[in-house]
């Protein structure tokens, strides 16, 4: 069943929210950037200086990331320097996050693409959840780059 825009909003805004709440209980200040065509989704501040963290939000047993798409080199700016994915259960709706710097999305994409450059290509990179797997709940990602 194909999700509706409705849906897709409420979803990838209870990621948003959800990845503050946890950046806040981590005493990290931060903020959600609102618009559709924004280029950060939360920006953290700390000491006059701030990180970009792109959320995406999934259902499914893969998520969209369209990395190779929109990161055509590996010195390309503005880039986001953290990818939180967010994992929502759809019987629970618990949530799992799976922290991951901006190099390591880049590492995971070119596993997935059979990729040994950085290039850009055509399509829609994704990757799996079960992947990401050992970037579950690694806060510390954040937490220790400040």
Same mark, same amino acid.
């Given at each position: 069943m194909k999700?509706?825009?409705?849906?897709k909003n409420f979803l990838n805004m209870s990621g948003e929210y959800g990845v503050?709440?946890?950046l806040q209980k981590?005493?990290?200040?931060?903020s959600i950037t +609102?618009?559709?065509q924004k280029a950060a989704d939360i920006?953290?501040?700390k000491d006059?200086?701030?990180?970009v963290v792109e959320v995406k939000t999934t259902r499914a047993k893969t998520v969209a990331t369209n990395f190779f798409q929109n990161y055509h080199s590996r010195t390309q700016t503005p880039r986001p320097? +953290?990818?939180i994915v967010v994992h929502i259960d759809n019987d629970t709706h618990v949530s799992d996050f799976y922290i991951l710097t901006h190099e390591e999305m880049a590492h995971q994409q070119m596993i997935v693409n059979q990729m040994t450059e950085w290039t850009a290509?055509?399509?829609f990179d994704k990757v799996t959840i079960s992947q990401l797997a050992t970037y579950k709940n690694k806060w510390d990602t954040i937490v220790s780059s400040f």
């Open positions: 999700q509706s825009n409705e849906d503050c709440s946890e981590r005493k990290i200040q931060c +609102f618009g559709n920006l953290i501040l006059n200086k701030y990180w320097d +953290f990818w290509i055509k399509g």
